[in-house]
């Protein structure tokens, strides 16, 4: 199996040695070991248990909040351009 080790000294896998070590890594990422899967020595995706957040990770649902006002009528913008639309030039006979 090929290993490398990076700064962080997490886990690198190649795809090849994944598919044939798969059911050990899950079991290690599961224990919180992640690791990463490198195609073709590029790392190309990082494997963490479920729930795990990440130091310097920001959650960033609702980082706007209070930041600006939707109009009350915001679903019905625009829809008496819809309701009528100008109308088509038509050729005169």
């Known amino acids: 199996m090929f290993i490398v080790i990076f700064r962080v000294a997490m886990l690198t896998v190649s795809i090849r040695d994944a598919k044939i070590q798969l059911s050990k890594l899950v079991e290690h990422a599961a224990q919180g070991e992640a690791f990463i899967i490198a195609k073709a ?6 494997v963490v248990p ?5 130091e310097g990770t920001v959650c960033r649902l609702g980082f706007m909040a209070g930041e600006f006002s939707v109009p009350d009528d915001f679903d019905q913008m625009g829809s008496s351009e819809v309701e009528s639309p100008s109308p088509v030039n038509t050729p005169s006979p």
């Open 41 to 46: 020595g590029k790392p190309m995706v990082k």
């Open 50 to 54: 479920l729930g795990h957040e990440e």
